[in-house]
C-alpha cells in the first residue's frame, strides 16, 4: 500500500540493498583493525613490531576482502532467480506465510490478532477482496489478486466464529444475527491513510460467508491521466463532460474498473467547472466519499430505487447526476429523458463493448431514437494484467495467438509470465485500464437512430479514428506491458 510498510506483504519488504551486507561487514573489519592497533598501543597484547600504517593497511585490506567475497557471491547467483542479486528493490513475502502466522497466534481464538493479519496481508498484496468461506471443518481464505482468486489460508472453527463476531463488531452490525445477510463497513488505519472495508455476510448450510472489499481512500482521488486512457481517449471524454446535457455511458463486466471511471469523471466535472455545476450521484453501494459532490445510496431505504431515487433528485436542480447503473426500463426510460431536457447524466449499462451499449438501450425498450438524440458518449473498458518486469521472459507467438492477431504480430518482440518472489511466482503484478473510446456523431446517430446493428456502428467509427479494446490492449503486449494471452482473455467477449 502507498505510503506504508505493513508487517506482511508486497511492501513488507526484503531489503537487498548493495549496504545491507556490505556496511555491517566493513565496519566489523574496521572496528577489529583499530581495537586491535589500541591494544598493541596501550601495550595489553604482546607488543608487535609494526607500525601504525601497517594496522591501518592490515584493517583496508581486511575491509578489501570481505567486499570481494560479497561481489563474488552475488556474481554466482543463479540468473534464473534475478530479483535476489537486484540492489534497491523489494521481494514479495510469498502468501503461505499468513498460514505459519494465524497457527503462531497466542490463542487459538484470537480474533483481534487473526483480523490484524488477514487485512495487513491482504492490503500488502493489494487484495481487492477477501473471501472467508466456510467448510465442514474450516473456513477457506481466499484473496483476489488483481482479478484472480488466491487460497492463502485456513481457518478452525473456533478461529473463524471469533473473526465473524469481530468484523460484525467492527462493521456495526448485530453479532448474533446469523440467519439473515448483513453489510457493513468500518475503516482500517494505516501509517500513509487510512483504507475502507466493507464486509458482506451471507448465511450458508456451514456458516456465514464474509467477503470484504478493500477501498483505498487514494483511488477516489484519481485523475483521468492516472487510469490508462490514452492522450486522444482523454481529451475526448474531457470535451464529453464539459458538454451541459446527455446521456454519457460507461461499459464493461463487473470488476473492471468502471466505478473509479465514474468517480475520476466526476472529479474533472467538478475541477473543469470550478464548482459551478451541482453534481450528484445515485449509488449502491456508494464507494467512496467524493468532496463537493452529494451521494445518495440506493438500498438504505426500502422505497428508493433508482428510477425513484432519479425522479426525486431530478427536482433537486442538478446539473449533473450519476447513475450507478441503468438494468431496467423505468430506469433508462427517466435517465434518457432527464440526458433530453438538459441534465449530463453518468450511469453504466452492462454490455460487452462500446458499440452494443446502444443495442442495450433498445432491449430495455427505449426507442432508438430517443437512444440516438440523448446518448452522446460511450466508454467500454477492461483491466488487463501487467507482466512482472523482473521474471518476463520473451515468447513466441503461438498458432492461436497468430490466428487471432494476424499481420499485427509481424516485426515485435513479445514476453510471457515466468513467476518470481516480487510476483508471488504468478508473473503478474498490477494491472492497467484499457479503454475504447466512442463519441456519438451525426453519422453514428443516423445509425442508431435507424436501428444499425453495432458492427455497423463500429465501422463507422473506426473511420473516423476509432481504436477497439482488442487494438488497444494488443498494444500493451507490443510495449511489453502484458501477454498476448492476456490480451485474449481480456477481449475474447468483445464482440456481441
Not at 414 to 440: N, Q, S
Request: aromatic share 4%.
Amino acid at each position: 500500500m502507498k505510503g506504508e510498510v505493513p508487517a506482511f506483504g508486497r511492501n513488507a519488504a526484503v531489503s537487498r540493498s548493495s549496504n545491507t551486507l556490505a556496511a555491517p561487514a566493513l565496519a566489523a573489519a574496521m572496528a577489529l583493525g583499530a581495537g586491535l592497533f589500541l591494544l598493541n598501543w596501550l601495550q595489553l597484547v604482546p607488543a608487535v613490531a609494526l607500525p601504525p600504517r601497517a594496522w591501518i593497511a592490515a584493517a583496508a585490506a581486511g575491509a578489501a576482502v570481505v567486499w570481494a567475497a560479497r561481489v563474488w557471491r552475488l556474481a554466482a547467483l543463479p540468473r534464473e532467480h534475478p530479483e535476489v542479486a537486484a540492489d534497491a528493490e523489494a521481494l514479495l513475502l510469498p502468501l503461505d506465510g499468513l498460514q505459519a502466522a494465524i497457527d503462531r497466534l497466542a490463542e487459538p481464538a484470537d480474533a483481534r490478532g487473526a483480523v490484524d493479519l488477514l487485512l495487513r496481508h491482504a492490503v500488502g498484496h493489494d487484495a481487492s477482496d477477501v473471501h472467508l468461506v466456510p467448510y465442514t471443518s474450516f473456513c477457506d481464505v481466499r484473496f483476489r489478486i488483481d482479478g484472480a482468486m488466491t487460497p492463502v489460508a485456513k481457518l478452525s472453527p473456533a478461529l473463524v466464529a471469533a473473526v465473524t463476531n469481530r468484523l460484525k463488531v467492527l462493521s456495526g452490525l448485530q453479532p448474533y444475527i446469523r440467519h439473515r445477510p448483513q453489510d457493513g463497513r468500518f475503516s482500517l488505519p494505516t501509517a500513509g491513510h487510512a483504507m475502507d472495508v466493507r464486509a458482506a455476510f451471507m448465511p450458508t448450510l456451514h456458516g456465514e460467508r464474509i467477503v470484504m472489499r478493500v477501498l483505498d481512500r487514494a483511488d477516489a482521488g484519481r485523475g483521468l491521466s492516472t487510469i490508462g486512457l490514452t492522450r486522444s481517449q482523454q481529451a475526448c471524454l474531457s470535451e464529453a463532460l464539459r458538454q451541459p446535457q446527455g446521456l454519457l455511458i460507461v461499459t464493461g463486466p463487473a470488476g473492471c474498473g468502471k466505478t473509479t471511471t465514474i468517480y475520476c469523471a466526476l472529479r474533472a466535472i467538478v475541477e473543469l467547472s470550478h464548482g459551478e455545476r451541482s453534481v450528484c450521484t445515485l449509488e449502491n453501494p456508494v464507494e467512496y466519499d467524493l468532496a463537493t459532490i452529494n451521494q445518495t445510496s440506493i438500498g438504505e431505504s426500502a422505497d428508493l430505487t433508482f428510477a425513484g431515487g432519479l425522479r426525486t433528485m431530478l427536482r433537486q436542480d442538478p446539473d449533473v447526476i450519476m447513475v450507478g447503473e441503468i438494468r431496467d426500463e423505468e430506469t433508462a426510460r427517466t435517465a434518457v429523458q432527464a440526458g433530453l431536457t438538459g441534465h449530463l447524466i453518468i450511469t453504466t449499462v452492462h454490455a460487452k463493448r462500446a458499440a452494443a451499449a446502444f443495442l442495450r438501450l433498445a432491449e430495455l425498450g427505449i426507442d432508438a431514437r430517443s437512444v440516438a438524440a440523448s446518448v452522446s458518449f460511450v466508454v467500454a473498458q477492461r483491466l488487463l494484467r501487467q507482466l512482472c518486469s523482473h521474471c518476463r521472459v520473451e515468447a513466441v507467438p503461438t498458432p492461436g495467438e497468430r490466428q487471432a492477431f494476424g499481420a499485427a504480430l509481424d516485426g515485435h518482440v513479445f514476453f510471457r509470465p515466468a513467476g518470481c518472489r516480487r510476483c508471488g511466482m504468478k508473473g503478474y503484478v498490477g494491472r492497467h485500464g484499457v479503454f475504447e473510446v466512442l463519441p456519438v456523431d451525426e453519422g453514428a446517430r443516423a445509425l442508431i437512430a435507424a436501428g444499425a446493428p453495432p458492427e455497423a456502428i463500429q465501422h463507422h467509427a473506426a473511420e473516423k479514428g476509432f481504436s477497439s479494446l482488442r487494438d488497444n490492449a494488443l498494444e500493451q503486449a507490443v510495449l511489453g506491458e502484458t501477454s498476448l494471452a492476456e490480451v485474449l482473455r481480456v477481449t475474447m467477449t468483445e464482440v456481441g
